[in-house]
Protein backbone atom coordinates (compact mmCIF):
# COMPACT_ATOMS: atom_id res chain seq x y z
CA UNK A 1 0.00 0.00 0.00
CA UNK A 2 0.92 3.56 0.09
CA UNK A 3 3.67 4.94 2.29
CA UNK A 4 5.80 7.43 3.57
CA UNK A 5 9.57 7.35 4.66
CA UNK A 6 10.88 9.59 6.51
CA UNK A 7 14.48 10.18 8.30
CA UNK A 8 14.94 8.66 11.76
CA UNK A 9 15.71 11.08 14.47
CA UNK A 10 16.46 13.17 16.40
CA UNK A 11 18.23 15.12 14.92
CA UNK A 12 20.79 17.39 16.52
CA UNK A 13 22.25 20.99 15.07
CA UNK A 14 23.99 23.87 15.63
CA UNK A 15 22.34 27.12 15.55
CA UNK A 16 23.22 28.44 12.27
CA UNK A 17 23.66 24.84 10.25
CA UNK A 18 22.41 23.71 7.35
CA UNK A 19 19.24 21.21 7.57
CA UNK A 20 18.18 18.13 5.66
CA UNK A 21 15.13 15.79 6.95
CA UNK A 22 14.59 13.19 3.73
CA UNK A 23 11.58 12.20 3.26
CA UNK A 24 10.62 9.04 0.36
CA UNK A 25 6.92 7.77 -0.25
CA UNK A 26 5.00 5.38 -2.03
CA UNK A 27 2.08 5.90 -4.25
CA UNK A 28 -0.66 5.69 -7.26
CA UNK A 29 -0.91 8.67 -8.82
CA UNK A 30 1.28 12.20 -7.80
CA UNK A 31 -0.33 13.33 -4.60
CA UNK A 32 -0.12 16.91 -3.40
CA UNK A 33 3.21 16.74 -0.65
CA UNK A 34 3.28 18.57 3.11
CA UNK A 35 5.34 19.28 5.73
CA UNK A 36 4.29 19.63 9.14
CA UNK A 37 5.45 20.92 12.36
CA UNK A 38 4.69 20.07 16.14
CA UNK A 39 6.35 22.45 18.32
CA UNK A 40 6.79 21.27 22.12
CA UNK A 41 3.05 20.53 23.28
CA UNK A 42 1.34 22.06 20.85
CA UNK A 43 -0.64 20.71 17.70
CA UNK A 44 0.63 20.29 13.72
CA UNK A 45 0.85 22.78 11.97
CA UNK A 46 0.86 23.28 7.94
CA UNK A 47 4.83 24.34 7.57
CA UNK A 48 4.54 24.02 3.75
CA UNK A 49 3.27 21.87 0.28
CA UNK A 50 3.62 21.06 -3.32
CA UNK A 51 1.09 20.08 -5.25
CA UNK A 52 2.28 18.92 -8.76
CA UNK A 53 5.91 17.79 -9.53
CA UNK A 54 8.95 20.05 -9.85
CA UNK A 55 7.00 22.86 -7.35
CA UNK A 56 8.73 23.83 -4.95
CA UNK A 57 7.10 24.51 -1.32
CA UNK A 58 8.58 27.33 1.06
CA UNK A 59 8.19 28.88 4.27
CA UNK A 60 9.69 30.12 7.21
CA UNK A 61 13.53 29.54 5.62
CA UNK A 62 12.19 26.11 4.82
CA UNK A 63 12.20 24.67 1.53
CA UNK A 64 11.12 21.17 -0.45
CA UNK A 65 10.76 20.36 -3.56
CA UNK A 66 8.49 17.83 -5.17
CA UNK A 67 10.22 15.20 -7.29
CA UNK A 68 7.93 13.07 -8.96
CA UNK A 69 11.61 10.78 -10.49
CA UNK A 70 12.42 9.81 -7.51
CA UNK A 71 9.40 10.07 -4.89
CA UNK A 72 10.78 12.64 -2.60
CA UNK A 73 10.29 15.56 -1.04
CA UNK A 74 13.06 16.19 1.37
CA UNK A 75 12.86 19.34 3.71
CA UNK A 76 15.75 21.77 3.94
CA UNK A 77 16.86 24.96 5.61
CA UNK A 78 20.22 27.04 5.25
CA UNK A 79 20.58 27.89 9.16
CA UNK A 80 18.76 27.03 11.49
CA UNK A 81 17.59 28.61 14.59
CA UNK A 82 17.04 26.95 18.59
CA UNK A 83 13.55 28.11 17.95
CA UNK A 84 12.58 25.38 14.93
CA UNK A 85 13.21 22.60 17.57
CA UNK A 86 10.43 20.87 16.60
CA UNK A 87 9.23 17.05 14.90
CA UNK A 88 8.64 17.10 11.71
CA UNK A 89 6.52 15.32 9.64
CA UNK A 90 6.51 14.47 5.85
CA UNK A 91 2.49 13.69 4.88
CA UNK A 92 1.97 12.83 1.14
CA UNK A 93 -1.56 12.57 0.36
CA UNK A 94 -1.87 9.33 -0.74
CA UNK A 95 -3.81 7.66 1.69
CA UNK A 96 -6.58 5.32 -0.29
CA UNK A 97 -9.41 7.91 0.22
CA UNK A 98 -7.15 11.08 -0.57
CA UNK A 99 -6.00 11.24 2.76
CA UNK A 100 -2.79 12.33 4.09
CA UNK A 101 0.01 9.55 5.14
CA UNK A 102 2.22 10.56 7.91
CA UNK A 103 5.90 9.85 8.94
CA UNK A 104 7.06 8.72 12.02
CA UNK A 105 8.22 11.94 12.75
CA UNK A 106 11.82 13.72 12.93
CA UNK A 107 12.86 15.04 15.90
CA UNK A 108 15.07 18.30 15.72
CA UNK A 109 17.00 19.71 18.47
CA UNK A 110 18.88 23.26 17.37
CA UNK A 111 21.65 23.78 20.58
CA UNK A 112 22.46 27.55 20.61
CA UNK B 1 -5.72 29.83 17.13
CA UNK B 2 -5.94 26.97 14.12
CA UNK B 3 -10.22 27.36 14.03
CA UNK B 4 -10.09 23.32 15.21
CA UNK B 5 -11.50 23.38 18.24
CA UNK B 6 -10.91 19.95 20.57
CA UNK B 7 -11.67 19.46 24.35
CA UNK B 8 -11.14 18.55 26.93
CA UNK B 9 -7.28 19.36 26.72
CA UNK B 10 -6.36 16.92 29.14
CA UNK B 11 -8.15 14.27 30.96
CA UNK B 12 -7.08 11.53 33.76
CA UNK B 13 -9.10 8.31 33.97
CA UNK B 14 -8.72 4.84 35.20
CA UNK B 15 -9.14 1.55 33.36
CA UNK B 16 -12.41 0.33 32.25
CA UNK B 17 -13.73 3.02 31.73
CA UNK B 18 -15.22 5.53 28.93
CA UNK B 19 -14.29 9.03 28.13
CA UNK B 20 -16.06 11.29 24.93
CA UNK B 21 -13.48 13.60 23.23
CA UNK B 22 -14.89 16.47 21.20
CA UNK B 23 -13.43 18.35 18.50
CA UNK B 24 -15.39 21.60 16.62
CA UNK B 25 -13.81 21.76 13.01
CA UNK B 26 -12.61 24.83 11.83
CA UNK B 27 -15.79 26.85 9.85
CA UNK B 28 -16.25 25.88 6.54
CA UNK B 29 -14.35 22.54 6.93
CA UNK B 30 -16.96 19.36 6.55
CA UNK B 31 -14.80 16.88 6.52
CA UNK B 32 -12.84 15.78 10.46
CA UNK B 33 -10.31 13.31 11.08
CA UNK B 34 -8.98 11.98 14.42
CA UNK B 35 -5.81 10.62 14.79
CA UNK B 36 -4.02 8.89 17.66
CA UNK B 37 -0.11 10.03 18.46
CA UNK B 38 1.81 7.79 21.23
CA UNK B 39 5.62 8.40 21.41
CA UNK B 40 6.21 4.43 19.88
CA UNK B 41 3.42 4.77 17.21
CA UNK B 42 4.02 8.02 16.08
CA UNK B 43 0.42 9.25 14.28
CA UNK B 44 -2.20 6.85 13.37
CA UNK B 45 -4.93 7.51 11.38
CA UNK B 46 -8.12 6.90 13.00
CA UNK B 47 -11.36 7.62 11.17
CA UNK B 48 -12.62 10.31 9.15
CA UNK B 49 -16.15 11.89 8.61
CA UNK B 50 -17.09 13.80 5.92
CA UNK B 51 -20.69 15.79 5.89
CA UNK B 52 -21.65 13.04 8.52
CA UNK B 53 -21.23 10.18 7.29
CA UNK B 54 -17.78 8.03 7.90
CA UNK B 55 -15.62 8.52 4.94
CA UNK B 56 -12.22 6.26 5.82
CA UNK B 57 -11.45 4.14 8.84
CA UNK B 58 -7.52 3.57 10.11
CA UNK B 59 -6.23 1.90 12.64
CA UNK B 60 -9.22 2.15 15.07
CA UNK B 61 -10.12 -0.38 17.81
CA UNK B 62 -13.82 -1.65 18.09
CA UNK B 63 -13.37 -0.22 21.75
CA UNK B 64 -13.41 2.86 19.90
CA UNK B 65 -16.08 4.95 17.76
CA UNK B 66 -16.70 8.18 16.53
CA UNK B 67 -19.59 10.23 15.32
CA UNK B 68 -19.82 13.66 13.18
CA UNK B 69 -23.06 15.30 14.25
CA UNK B 70 -25.28 17.99 12.15
CA UNK B 71 -23.46 21.34 13.36
CA UNK B 72 -20.29 19.17 11.97
CA UNK B 73 -18.87 18.76 15.19
CA UNK B 74 -17.34 15.24 16.39
CA UNK B 75 -17.03 13.24 19.18
CA UNK B 76 -14.70 9.95 19.44
CA UNK B 77 -15.69 8.28 22.10
CA UNK B 78 -13.23 5.64 24.23
CA UNK B 79 -14.42 2.50 26.21
CA UNK B 80 -13.00 -0.09 28.36
CA UNK B 81 -9.93 2.10 28.57
CA UNK B 82 -6.60 0.38 29.13
CA UNK B 83 -3.11 1.56 29.71
CA UNK B 84 -1.93 1.60 26.03
CA UNK B 85 -4.45 4.24 25.73
CA UNK B 86 -3.04 6.70 27.05
CA UNK B 87 -1.79 9.05 24.44
CA UNK B 88 -2.58 12.61 22.12
CA UNK B 89 -5.51 12.55 20.68
CA UNK B 90 -5.63 14.71 17.60
CA UNK B 91 -8.60 16.09 15.57
CA UNK B 92 -7.90 18.36 12.39
CA UNK B 93 -10.62 18.76 9.62
CA UNK B 94 -10.52 19.62 5.71
CA UNK B 95 -12.77 21.28 3.37
CA UNK B 96 -13.13 18.35 1.02
CA UNK B 97 -13.01 14.71 1.80
CA UNK B 98 -10.13 14.45 0.93
CA UNK B 99 -6.52 16.28 1.67
CA UNK B 100 -6.27 17.47 -2.18
CA UNK B 101 -4.31 20.63 -2.31
CA UNK B 102 -4.90 21.89 1.37
CA UNK B 103 -3.60 19.72 3.68
CA UNK B 104 -5.56 19.56 7.15
CA UNK B 105 -6.16 22.21 9.57
CA UNK B 106 -5.08 20.53 13.25
CA UNK B 107 -6.47 20.96 16.92
CA UNK B 108 -3.95 21.13 19.92
CA UNK B 109 -4.93 17.72 20.58
CA UNK B 110 -6.49 16.02 24.26
CA UNK B 111 -4.13 14.31 26.60
CA UNK B 112 -5.85 11.51 27.82
CA UNK B 113 -3.85 9.40 30.68
CA UNK B 114 -5.23 6.05 31.94
CA UNK B 115 -3.99 5.20 35.26
Known amino acids: GNSVTQMEGPVTLSEEAFLTINCTYTATGYPSLFWYVQYPGEGLQLLLK?????DKGSNKGFEATYRKETTSFHLEKGSVQVSDSAVYFCAPGAGSQGNLIFGKGTKLSVKP | DSGVTQTPKHLITATGQRVTLRCSPR?????VYWYQQSLDQGLQFLIQYYNGEERAKGNILERFSAQQFPDLHSELNLSSLELGDSALYFC??????????????FGSGTRLTVV
Open chain 1, 50 to 54: ATKAD
Open chain 2, 92 to 105: ASSVFDRAGGYGYT
Open chain 2, 27 to 31: SGDLS
